[in-house]
Nanobody, 126 residues
Framework: QVQLVESGGGLVQAGGSLRLSCVAS????????MGWFRQAPGKEREFVGT????????LYEDSVKGRFTISRDNAKNTVILQMNSLKVEDTAVYYC???????????????????WGQGTQVTVSS
């Protein structure tokens, strides 16, 4: 079992930055690819990006590419989502998730992630 807790959300003006953290307990995160997803009001939850178990590979949704960066520190059981140049449309609840499978083909598939955090609200004002 893995418990995930996100933090770092808040209110920021468009063009600003936020740094979200996801801290795990229960099992080392090095066993999992770690994904970030978000859900805006009235919309389905969507893929933001994922980082491989060793941190060497990442995949991002096109809308956040070049603005968001995912990193991880397995020794600290922590995954970071650095969000720069935020836009109003980035407003959402952000979730981190742990996926145990090997490979990369499944990273966008939410059903492949076994553990989820409770989410943290990010609000970007104009």
């Amino acid at each position: 079992q893995v418990q995930l807790v996100e933090s770092g959300g808040g209110l920021v003006q468009a063009g600003g930055s936020l740094r979200l953290s996801c801290v795990a307990s229960g099992r080392t995160l090095s066993h999992y690819a770690m994904g970030w997803f978000r859900q805006a009001p009235g919309k389905e939850r969507e893929f933001v990006g994922t980082i491989s178990r060793d941190g060497d590979s990442t995949l991002y949704e096109d809308s956040v590419k070049g603005r968001f960066t995912i990193s991880r520190d397995n020794a600290k059981n922590t995954v970071i989502l650095q969000m720069n140049s935020l836009k109003v449309e980035d407003t959402a609840v952000y979730y981190c998730a742990a996926g145990p499978r090997l490979g990369y083909y499944w990273w966008r598939d939410q059903s492949e992630y076994a553990y989820w955090g409770q989410g943290t609200q990010v609000t970007v004002s104009s």
